[in-house]
């Protein structure tokens, strides 16, 4: 017996639709939210304290917290809506305010680090000083998410996710580090600082900055909150911003990938060679691209009984990079000889002897 699927009520997708909120409540809601309330700048604080204490003490879960609670994603949305809409008086006060919190953390991370006195960078840091092209796309796709779920009362709990998504507040705290440091920073054993950390921080907010603001606009004006007509200018400027934004992001991008290339091949080239580099490893990898060039810098341990024609091997693993990667390649390879000891259970002894390990 066939049971008719309009009776179950699934004769259409009507039922699961939900109609966008209202261009007036919208508005509203935007509106509110680029307003600098003391409430604003009070959370922001908060938040940057919160962040920097985590960036500098290389804590991952302090530095999420504080990207929940930041409130930054609010004008930085209310500006979205007001090029979506050309409303420009809602534009310029929620660019104002957006201004206002930028400056207010960075000023507070400045001051929370020179409070401080660290010297040293850990992960958490470093990882925000080389912004790649993926960054923009997260950006892109995180501005869109925080404008749907704007227009959408089901969905509104989305916006932490997306806080969470793309960083606005740890970059700007990192800028702040950068600054309060300058050129004394020393960054923790196996990191390596290849610019500027005041430098690399705020192009990766400028990127998150300039991607929600266009896909933001782009979609209330498929949403039909805006016109694309009236906001052709403005997205056109964020489109102009965007694509000088990802000039560098793209290279930025490139080096990560030969990076990684570059650590794959030598992985391979390990285990290729057992008899060679057994009980090799490596501690540290640095690639720079210059022109069409890659410069790699590895750092290994090995054990001091490991024999070896150091700079033979070092010429043959350069030439093997090069053949794979197809590129020229210059390699530095540091080795440092250690002695290593393991620990065996003797039989019948609950004491452990210490032995080298052969």
């Not at 990882?127 to 227009?151: C, E, H, I, N, S």
């Not at 390879?333 to 390990?357: H, M």
């Amino acid at each position: 017996m066939t049971i008719s699927m309009r009776r179950l009520g699934m004769g259409s997708w009507q039922p699961f639709q939900e109609s966008p909120a209202s261009a007036e409540d919208v508005r509203m809601a935007q509106s509110d939210a680029a307003i600098p309330f003391l409430a604003f700048f009070i959370l922001l604080s908060l938040s940057t304290v919160i962040a920097t204490n985590g960036l500098i003490a290389d804590s991952a879960a302090t530095v999420i917290g504080a990207m929940i609670i930041a409130p930054l994603m609010q004008p930085i949305g209310a500006m979205a809506y007001g090029l979506a809409t050309t409303d420009r008086r809602l534009l310029l006060r929620a660019a104002l305010t957006t201004i206002a919190g930028v400056v207010c953390t960075i000023a507070i991370s400045y001051l929370a680090t020179l409070l401080v006195g660290v010297q040293t960078v850990g992960r958490e840091i470093v990882g925000r000083t080389a912004p790649t092209a993926l960054d923009l796309v997260v950006a892109v796709a995180a501005g869109a998410t925080a404008a749907f779920a704007a227009t959408r009362r089901s969905i509104g709990d989305a916006i932490p996710g997306v806080a969470i998504a793309v960083a606005l507040v740890p970059p700007l705290c990192v800028v702040g580090i950068g600054l309060a440091l300058g050129s004394s920073a020393i960054p923790q054993v196996g990191l390596v600082l290849n610019q500027s950390i005041a430098l690399g921080s705020f192009l990766l907010f400028s990127a998150n900055l300039a991607g929600i603001v266009f896909s933001g606009a782009l979609v209330y004006v498929v949403q039909g909150y805006g016109r694309l007509t009236h906001a052709l200018r403005g997205m056109v400027i964020s489109i102009l911003v965007i694509a000088g934004l990802a000039y560098p992001l793209w290279f930025a991008l490139d080096e990560l990938v030969v990076k990684q290339n570059v650590h794959r091949h030598l992985v391979e080239i390990r285990s290729e060679r057992p008899e060679v580099f057994r009980n090799m490893v490596m501690r540290r990898l640095d690639v720079e691209v210059i022109d069409d060039t890659i410069f790699v810098d590895v750092e290994a341990i090995c054990p001091r009984d490991l024999e070896f024609n150091a700079s033979l091997e070092t010429e043959r693993i350069r030439q093997e990079l090069a053949k794979r990667l197809g590129r020229e390649v210059e390699l530095k390879l540091a080795i440092i000889l250690a002695d290593v000891f393991e620990t065996k259970l003797s039989a019948g002894s609950d004491e452990s002897s210490y032995s080298e390990a052969p």
